[in-house]
């Protein structure tokens, strides 16, 4: 008989852990909630957070409806009062894969997602924008257009130039004209594009010189002492999670 009511305590102990466990986990999972905002047609600006003019909601919408109708891109601005506990990363990714930014055969998407709390942004791009917008061109297009107007809290300015920098990259690679990029922004996007393409030329020159030394030295090894040398609800779009964040 003891050994039956001790065995009945020790289930009850059992299940009560699992009960505690339970509540832990429905307690996370409640504060792990992420805004999905409810899309409608033509509408790419979704404002939780409360920072952007409706003069630069409509601008930037009608850029990137327009934008939509001559690439087929799908570019979507999000903000958020605060990320609910999630890193920008994890949030941005789960936010654009749940919406299928950008088109389903191309992967054609990028989300600005901006946390007006938590003062981060992160351009989280689709799979088919990858070679395009490279983690270290979403980098730059941060550092150039949105963070120095985030310090001064001009969110207006900083989601107008970020959208302009990002459709400028897309208008360029598609070879089509938008006419809701300003001469600044395009100006700016050519030199550092320029830029770009002469560091990658040195970058270039400089592996084939360490390659041609390294040729050199295995060569003179081996005809000496025999050496070793050896080294160590859009479209239905998806991102993989490439990006940056700021």
């Known amino acids: 008989m003891r050994t039956k009511v001790m065995y009945l305590k020790r289930v009850l102990l059992l299940m009560l852990v699992l009960i505690c466990f339970g509540c832990l986990s429905g307690c996370d999972s409640k504060t792990k909630e992420i805004y999905v905002p409810e899309v409608k047609a033509d509408i790419y600006v979704y404002d939780k957070g409360g920072i952007i003019s409706n003069e630069i909601k409509k601008k930037t919408n009608d850029l990137l409806d327009e934008l939509e109708s001559k690439t087929s891109a799908e570019v979507v601005v999000i903000t958020v009062p605060d990320l609910n506990g999630y890193d920008i990363e994890s949030y941005a990714n789960k936010l654009f894969n749940k919406l299928g930014i950008g088109k389903n055969t191309d ?4 989300l600005l997602l901006i946390s007006r709390d938590d003062k981060r942004v992160r351009l989280e791009i689709g ?7 490279t983690d270290s061109v979403s980098g730059r297009i941060l550092d150039d257009y949105f ?14 130039q970020t959208t302009q920098a990002v ?6 690679e598609s070879g089509v ?10 100006n ?20 084939i010189i360490i390659v041609f030394v390294v040729l050199v030295i295995s060569g003179d090894d081996s005809n000496g002492s025999g050496g070793y040398f050896g080294g160590g609800s859009f479209g239905g779009g998806f991102s993989g999670g490439g990006g940056a964040s700021r």
Do not use: H, Q, T, W
């Open 107 to 110: 992967d054609n998407g990028v």
């Open 177 to 186: 004209f938008l006419s809701g990029i300003s001469d600044s922004v395009s």
């Open 167 to 172: 459709c400028k990259y897309i208008a360029d």
């Open 127 to 133: 799979r088919g924008f990858e070679s395009l917008l």
């Open 147 to 160: 963070v120095p107007y985030r310090e001064k809290g001009d969110y207006d300015k900083a989601v107008d």
């Open 188 to 207: 700016s996007v050519d030199e550092s594009k320029e830029e770009s393409s002469i560091n990658l030329f040195l970058i270039i020159m400089l592996i």
